[in-house]
């Protein structure tokens, strides 16, 4: 099975499992409801799938892999932005917030492992591919949350957790 159809056939799957993982890592389960959590994991799933649809030459590969050429994916970036300022604005940590894309990768891979597939080229492709979607949202996500954190109105402060 193609990882993009089975993020797209099995995300109530995967969300169900995510939100489960995630209070299980303690990651901010006070703060949303699942259903909160949800969706917008939700969106980034989505446009993480629609990514991965969508050719991509080695040259583009490469440069996504730098960090360059994300104007080809300007719905995973504004879908990160917005999940960004929505978790600042429910008083999650930075830390929280990388957690759940931590939560949400494993999560992918574990139902990806469940498929029956064979390891070839294709699904080596397959889990780069979502890899580099997933930590260019976490990027972007990581900056909008620190740049909006920093700003004079609420002073950014990390939270180590200990």
């Given amino acids: ?15 169900e499992d995510w939100s489960e993982f995630a209070r299980r890592l303690g990651v901010a389960p006070e703060k949303l409801s699942d259903q909160q959590r949800r969706n917008s994991a939700r969106e980034i ?30 719905e995973i970036v504004d879908v990160a932005k917005t999940h960004a300022d929505d978790r600042l604005a429910h008083g999650f940590t930075l830390e929280e917030l ?12 574990r ?17 780069v591919r979502f890899n580099e979607a997933i930590d260019q949202a976490l990027t972007e996500s990581i900056a909008k949350y620190s740049a909006s954190a ?11 957790g200990t």
């Fill in 1 to 15: 099975m193609v990882l993009a159809e089975l993020i797209e056939q099995k995300v109530d799957d995967i969300l």
């Fill in 45 to 74: 799933l989505l446009h993480i799938a629609h990514d991965m649809r969508t050719g991509q030459s080695a040259d583009e590969q490469i440069a996504k892999s730098k960090g360059e050429g994300l104007e080809h994916a300007p």
């Fill in 98 to 109: 990388v957690s759940e894309y931590r939560a949400l990768r494993a999560t992918v891979i």
């Fill in 111 to 127: 139902h990806w492992q469940a498929q029956p597939y064979r390891v070839n080229e294709e699904t080596i492709d397959q889990i």
């Fill in 150 to 160: 920093k700003s004079p109105a609420r002073p950014f402060q990390w939270h180590s």
